[in-house]
């Protein structure tokens, strides 16, 4: 009888543990497949409070007027977490110039489960 208590609160217990997730994102500006004006910063949304000592991005540029090239990775880019530490903020010095841009990022939630993506957008 006592073993059967023992195995019904372990099973109790790993019911009730919170469920841990990786961040999702919710929404970034520009919106992935957009067509901007000129912009140094990226705004990327997540649904859960971000790790500050896991994240990083990248600014890809993967095409000029119209034309594909070989991916080129922007100089000076930085990213930051917003105050809330729900956003990655990724900054370039300059606005970006007419062309296609990839941003490549990684974030990990409160628990470091880590997640990776990438949006792409169009700078006119």
Known sequence: MLSVRIVFATVLALLSAPVTAQPK??????????????????????DEVLDPADFRATIVMTGMNGH????????G???????????LVVSVAKPLI????????HVAGADARRTTGSIDFTVR
Request: zero cysteines.
């Open 25 to 46: 994102l919710l929404s970034s500006s520009p919106a992935a497949g957009s067509s901007i004006p000129a912009t140094s910063r990226v705004d990327i949304r997540f």
């Open 68 to 75: 594909p090239h070989a991916p080129m990775e922007m100089p």
């Open 77 to 87: 880019v930085t990213s930051a977490l917003s105050g809330d530490r729900r956003s």
């Open 98 to 105: 007419a062309g296609t841009y990839r941003v490549d990022w």
